[in-house]
């Protein structure tokens, strides 16, 4: 019996001792691992990845089902330094890496946002704006169209009092014209030519500025250019009795003499007409001044004196004048069969003299009567703007356009050398350049008054605006090119806008 119970103790005692070998060894695996991923993270935390040790604790984590119990105990404390050093190496390495890759620390943006700042710092402002305004989008027009069509509305003149000014103005045309045909010798021949806005149906706001031209005829002279641009010209007669012959300068008709008997005959005839006052004579202008008031409103009269020349146009006038594909060329032959005018009219300095005349005695070149006509008319279809036919929109565009020059002039006193006619010359070239009717549709106003816009800036910015009639004339001739582009600047500040200054001129004449 005791033999077998030695036996059976001796394989207890294998047995107890194979077990614990082989939680000898076991313990040996586990201690060999823990070793190993202590030195990875060391040597991860040595190298400065922060995610590659996340990555490296997720794999021993999921290394098998004996460690993860392990990995799923309570890390061993470690010494506080080595806290104190993990915890800096994990809040900084995300500050190091911004640091690297943007100079200045900002906040991170999404990549969208990234690109659209990219975009908008590499794109210039002044690029979006010209092509704005080269082809102004519907959307930009659409966020106009209401404001000029209530300035529109709030500049048209009510007929009433069209017809109460009319009836002043024309009762003393008329007794001038008397005057002149019973008590002179040297203007019996003087008809009226009503020109101007008013009578082109372009006057704006009130009905406050007429021109009325008073044409003597003549029908032999001889005419020499006064200067380069081909707007001046010095008259001579021709051997012939004339009653102009007094106010002869050798052979050159005075612009300057003529004037000046002319202005003493108007003053005259106006003493009889209390209620109306000459003005003081300006230098270089070819009117006399009136004015008088009418329901509260200051009217002036320009009466123009003016001479008929009933023979062919000038040859300055040849590469001008391009209305063919506007009105066609018939129309523009029917134009230049009729008489030309010239006024009494001069720039600069009138004693300044060209081939032995002085400028005060030279005449400019007018054809108010032509740019009317065609303003009345100015459809390149016979139905334009009549019952049966399309509106366009040409007549408002100049409108707003002189409207908006005028408030302009009005805010700053260097624009004092810009005019309307600037305007009309500015919509005429317009014209002859985009034809059609339905280039101008009343429908596309918004539109055609920036494009109008753009031209005019195009020409202030060149400091060039040719004479419809004479290009070799440059109607900013004499204009300082810094005022010219202030003005441009000025324009484009109202239009980029949306015109404050016709806003702010609406609320001031609210009713």
Not at 185 to 194: G, K, S
Not at 195 to 208: A, F, H, Q, V, W
Not at 455 to 474: R, Y
Not at 489 to 497: L, S, V, Y
Request: glycine share 4%; with cysteine.
């Amino acid at each position: 019996m005791l033999q077998p119970r030695n036996r059976n103790q001796r394989e207890g005692a294998r047995k107890h001792q194979a077990a614990r070998r082989r939680s000898h060894r076991s313990g040996a695996v586990k201690r060999k691992d823990l070793h190993r991923g202590d030195e990875q993270a060391t040597d991860r935390r040595h190298h400065g990845s922060f995610t590659s040790q996340i990555r490296g604790e997720d794999k021993d984590h999921t290394a098998g089902g004996h460690h993860q119990d392990f990995y799923k105990s309570p890390k061993p404390k470690k010494c506080p330094g080595t806290a104190k050093s993990e915890e800096k190496t994990k809040t900084t390495q995300p500050e190091d890496t911004t640091k690297t890759s943007i100079k200045s620390p900002k906040p991170k943006k999404c990549p969208s946002t990234a690109k659209s700042e990219e975009k908008t710092k590499t794109t210039p402002p002044e690029d979006t704006t010209k092509t704005s305004i080269k082809s102004p989008k519907p959307k930009t027009c659409a966020t106009v169209d209401s404001l000029l069509s209530t300035t529109l509305g709030k500049l048209k003149i009510k007929k009433i009092d069209k017809s109460n000014t009319a009836k002043v103005v024309n009762k003393l045309i008329e007794q001038i014209i008397k005057h002149l045909k019973e008590k002179t010798n040297c203007f019996t021949t003087a008809e009226p030519l009503r020109t101007g806005s008013y009578y082109e149906n372009l006057k704006i706001s009130k009905p406050d500025e007429f021109d009325v031209m008073l044409s003597i005829d003549v029908d032999r002279v001889l005419l020499k250019a006064f200067g380069d641009n081909g707007a001046f010209y010095s008259v001579a007669l021709k051997r012939d009795k004339n009653p102009l012959k007094k106010f002869q300068d050798g052979d050159i008709l005075s612009a300057s003499k003529m004037l000046t008997e002319f202005r003493d005959e108007v003053k005259k005839c106006v003493k009889d007409f209390r209620e109306w006052e000459v003005t003081r004579k300006r230098p270089g202008c070819p009117a006399v001044t009136l004015t008088t008031t009418v329901q509260s409103v200051i009217v002036s009269l320009d009466v123009v004196l003016s001479i008929k020349v009933k023979t062919s146009w000038p040859a300055f006038t040849q590469q001008g004048f391009q209305i063919d594909k506007w009105l066609g060329t018939k129309g523009k032959q029917d134009y230049k069969r009729q008489p030309y005018y010239l006024v009494p009219k001069y720039e600069g300095r009138g004693a300044v003299e060209h081939d032995g005349v002085s400028a005060k005695d030279a005449w400019r070149v007018s054809f108010s009567h032509v740019e009317k006509d065609i303003l009345l008319k100015h459809g390149s279809e016979k139905t334009c703007c009549e019952r049966e036919g399309q509106r366009c929109c040409r007549k408002d565009c100049l409108k707003l356009l002189k409207h908006l020059l005028s408030l302009l002039k009005e805010g700053d006193t260097s624009f004092e050398k810009f005019y309307s006619y600037q305007a009309k010359t500015t919509l005429l070239h317009a014209c002859s350049s985009r034809v059609k009717d339905s280039d101008w549709s009343a429908s596309s106003r918004s539109c055609c008054f920036l494009q109008l816009l753009e031209d005019f800036i195009g020409h202030l910015e060149k400091c060039v605006l040719p004479n419809f009639f004479i290009p070799d004339q440059n109607l900013l001739f004499g204009i300082d090119k810094k005022k010219c582009l202030h003005l441009a600047r000025c324009i484009e500040e109202q239009r980029d806008n949306d015109f404050p200054i016709f806003s702010c001129w609406l609320q001031n004449n609210e009713e």
